[in-house]
């Protein structure tokens, strides 16, 4: 359950279901839906009350302008949202590699030099 204090800033639950609705410009039983879909997943306190981190507000108003800007239906959302996270991790992972990559070339380029 759902603290307050384990969380990193982005991810740390802080806002009940009607002020996450307010902030994105939502009905509560929207968002009660959208859970319902797997489109968000807000914490749940000991009380079982939702609790909103600011990641969830982003991942809401991103689902918002799909849905009212672009048209797309809640199936597509999820497809799209869930293609988004996955060329996140992908692209972290890409960065890990480079990274490693870079310094076994360096350590490399320092052995050949020292000889």
């Known amino acids: 359950m759902f603290d307050g204090y384990d969380e ?8 009940v279901i009607s002020v996450a609705a307010k902030m ?13 879909q797997g489109l968000v997943t ?3 306190s000991d009380g079982n009350v939702r609790f909103y981190s600011p990641a969830d507000i982003e991942r809401l108003s991103q689902i918002v ?3 009212d800007e672009l048209g797309v239906n ?3 959302v999820q497809i799209i949202l869930d293609m988004r996270e996955r060329l996140e991790r992908l692209q972290l992972e890409m960065d890990t590699v480079r990274a490693e990559l870079e310094a076994e070339i360096s350590r490399l380029r320092k052995r ?3 000889g």
């Open 8 to 15: 990193p800033p982005v991810e740390q639950p802080m806002y």
């Open 24 to 36: 994105v410009g939502l009905h509560p039983q929207t968002l009660r839906h959208y859970e319902s």
């Open 42 to 44: 807000p914490k749940r």
């Open 65 to 67: 302008r799909l849905t």
């Open 74 to 76: 809640l199936a597509g």
């Open 112 to 114: 050949l030099i020292e």
